[in-house]
């Protein structure tokens, strides 16, 4: 692996100083070598991004090209589609780029109503799975009885597809025989129709979602509360503090970073909750009330072949994710960590 190491940095240093075999390097009498003044452009990029940056370029420079054609190629290609008007089956037009499709899409009332969705379901899935997720984690955390057990059990719904979650709460939300008309008939309550009620059917989807995701938060809340001292309980205690106001005062506050990696994970997956509704319906369009933009956008790309306009409310959707993760990434390179 060193002589291939050695083979590659040659061969760079070929490509950067010529054929002729000079370098950087100045030759000297007692067979050593000295650095000419400024360096070269091999030593230049190791000293700004690492010593193995060069070395290391036959490893990580062919799937960085592979990302950036497919992965970011493929969303600037798309956003030139969103300027066209491409529809059906007649290829676009680049010859003439606008954003009407933008115009258009800030004054279709049904793209304001599912981006309004979108954003509703991200603020109330999230917050709710990190509440619950908390709960979970400190009550497990108190070194309960068959605490690996109710781990397990908690942590069973993430490993789910959005399918089968979707096709489990149909059958919990059934208007006749489901377990939720059940549970709440025998208090007198219902039945419910949760799924045909446009005021009641997202946050049936916020209910169902919490359900599979709240587990794993009460994981990356676990791993954090068994990074805190025990000399941090123990002092809360010598200074008289409650249960409750240890937790409130003392520990949460410390569960930031946990918090924060949480919430993104959550917020990406809000995002990306078109399998779900989907599979509730079977069908591009959810019930009314819990169109969101991911499905808005499927919807006009295969059942209206409106791509340009498809492609427009993409690269909306994407603008959203990008100001959820953005900002993440921006916190965790000033903390150093990137």
Do not use: C
């Amino acid at each position: 692996m060193r002589d291939f190491l050695s083979r590659t940095r040659s061969r760079l240093r070929r490509a950067v100083f010529g054929a002729t075999g000079e370098s950087d390097d100045t030759v000297v009498t007692d067979g050593g070598t000295a650095a000419s003044e400024g360096g070269g452009v091999v030593d230049r990029l190791n000293d700004r991004f690492g010593e193995d940056f060069t070395e290391s370029a036959p490893f990580w420079l062919p799937p960085f090209l592979l990302v950036g054609l497919f992965v970011y190629g493929a969303i600037a290609w798309n956003f030139v589609i969103s300027l066209t008007d491409y529809e059906g089956f007649v290829g676009p037009d680049y010859s003439d780029l606008d954003f009407e499709m933008y115009v258009r899409a800030i004054n279709d009332s049904a793209v304001i109503d599912a981006t309004v969705n979108t954003f509703l379901l991200v603020v109330a899935f999230t917050a709710v799975a990190l509440g619950v997720g908390m709960v979970l984690a400190i009550l497990i955390d108190r070194n309960i009885r068959f605490e690996n057990t109710f781990r397990t059990i908690y942590l069973l719904p993430m490993s789910l597809s959005f399918v089968v979650t979707a096709q489990f709460w149909l059958w919990m939300y059934n208007y006749n025989n489901g377990v939720v008309n059940i549970a709440l008939g025998a208090f007198g309550i219902g039945p419910i129709n949760w799924i045909g009620n446009s005021s009641l059917v997202l946050w049936a989807v916020v209910f169902a979602l919490v359900w599979q995701f709240s587990g794993y938060t009460m994981v990356v809340y676990l791993a954090g509360l068994r990074a805190i001292p025990t000399e941090h309980y123990e002092a809360a205690r010598v200074d008289g503090a409650s249960t409750l106001k240890m937790y409130w005062r003392v520990i949460i506050p410390q569960l930031k970073g946990s918090t924060i990696s949480a919430a993104i994970v959550l917020m990406v997956f809000a995002l990306k909750a078109f399998d779900f509704l989907y599979s509730l319906v079977s069908g591009y369009r959810p019930p009314n009330g819990a169109d969101i933009l991911a499905t808005k956008m499927v919807r006009e790309a295969y059942s209206t072949n409106n791509w340009a306009y498809a492609s427009a409310i993409a690269i909306i959707l994407f603008l959203m994710a990008l100001s959820i993760i953005g900002p993440y990434l921006y916190y965790e390179y000033k903390q150093g960590n990137l």
